[in-house]
């Protein structure tokens, strides 16, 4: 993979949560690139280039929070079905919400994967090894 594209985007305005990624990622997978935005309009933009470039030229997978403020995990979604439909990358909203409605929402919108944040680190790592990593493309 070229250098301009990380391995996994983090979407998410919480830091704690960035540090959380970072060491979850870190146990499993010393060599993935990761990148952090706390600013979803921020994402937007990289996304919106990513989707310019070859699909060997992406993030292999993106990690998004459901509730940020300015633009949401769904508003993310709803704008990659509009705009960035080359951009292979796959989506996984990651949220507090176990609400059956932002579940339903997300997967209209195109979520790849939908899965609740958990409570514990170990079980951070063991989604991330388990569900997230398996969808990298």
């Known amino acids: ?10 979407v998410d305005d919480d830091q704690l949560e960035h540090e959380l990624y970072r060491q979850a990622l870190g146990r499993i997978d010393g060599d993935l690139r990761t990148e952090f935005f706390s600013d979803s309009q921020a994402a937007a933009q990289r996304f919106a280039a990513w989707a ?12 998004v929070d459901l509730y940020m403020p300015g633009m949401t995990g769904p508003d993310l979604l709803r704008t ?3 705009h960035w439909a080359t951009l292979q990358t796959p989506f996984c909203i990651v ?6 409605i932002d579940r339903s ?14 409570s514990r680190f170990a079980e951070l790592i063991a989604l991330l090894r388990e569900k997230a990593l398996p969808l990298m493309v």
């Open 52 to 63: 310019q470039q070859p699909s060997t030229n992406q993030p292999r997978l993106a990690l």
């Open 1 to 10: 993979m070229p250098a301009g594209a990380p391995d996994i985007i983090v």
């Open 105 to 118: 929402q997300c997967r209209e919108l195109g979520c790849d994967a939908y899965f609740v944040k958990p």
């Open 95 to 100: 949220s507090t919400s176990s609400a059956r």
């Open 80 to 82: 990659r079905q509009e």
